[in-house]
């Protein structure tokens, strides 16, 4: 009143008003936006989180090497076959189109080119016919006396396998034993030579070679690798 001003009071807001008189920066938001969304998200499934199993395969201690067919990488990372996996069943029908096509193969010249195949494709396998002469290239080791000889043999032994498919693992620990304690052949090879040997009986059978065919034979040569590696397991 008069020419008298009012004193001005200093009044602190108190905790309430500070709260919603203070300014939010973009900042702050975003900081806040992060700090929100970053939190974890908890899981609906009420299973308990299971730990991841690590890759065993023939490279592992367990299995010895099992696919460097020639020490590659996939063979470590080739996981080592359940004890399921070794009760094969065979219907007529399989057994029908195994020994049908064993029937019409040479066993010499199917042999012979499947070794060589191997040999040729693979090159590193050569290391273990280092006894066999020249290997140095395709046409010396087609022509190669020891590489037809001992790729019959090979072939003959498939014999045993169809007579004997519900004991192949009996039948083939012999040579497993000894392709696995004295010769320490890579059981990676087994497979690779199975897989050829398919190929050889398409080319050399032709149409007789049906899909129903190949699908058995390739069932039957994975058998007899599994047999063949099972020392190694």
Not at 66 to 86: E, F, I, W, Y
Not at 98 to 108: G, N
Not at 164 to 172: A, F, H, I, M, V
């Amino acid at each position: 009143m008069g020419g008298m001003s009012m004193p001005v009071v200093n009044r602190q807001p108190g905790p309430k008003e500070r709260e919603i008189r203070a300014p939010v920066s973009w900042a702050g938001l975003l900081r806040l936006t992060a700090v929100t969304t970053a939190r974890p998200v908890p899981s609906r499934d009420p299973r308990p989180a299971q730990p991841m199993a690590p890759l065993e395969g023939p490279g592992s201690a367990r299995t010895g090497d099992k696919n460097p067919a020639g020490s590659g990488l996939s063979s470590r990372l080739r996981v080592q076959p359940s004890k399921a996996t070794t009760m094969v069943h065979w219907s007529a029908e399989e057994k029908q189109l195994i020994t049908s096509v064993w029937a019409k193969l040479s066993v010499e010249e199917c042999g012979a080119e499947a070794l060589a195949r191997l040999l040729i494709v693979y090159p590193w396998t050569q290391r273990f016919f280092s006894n066999f002469g020249n290997l140095s290239s395709p046409t010396a080791i087609v022509g190669n006396p020891k590489v037809r000889a001992h790729g019959k043999k090979v072939l003959t032994s498939f014999g045993e396998a169809i007579k004997n498919l519900d004991n192949l693992k009996g039948t083939y620990s012999k040579l497993s034993e000894l392709h696995c304690d004295k010769l320490h052949v890579d059981p990676e090879n087994f497979r690779l030579l199975g897989d050829i040997l398919v190929i050889v009986l398409a080319t050399h059978l032709a149409k007789d070679f049906t899909p129903a065919c190949q699908a058995t034979w390739q069932k039957l040569v994975g058998v007899v690798a599994h047999a063949l590696a099972h020392k190694y397991h």
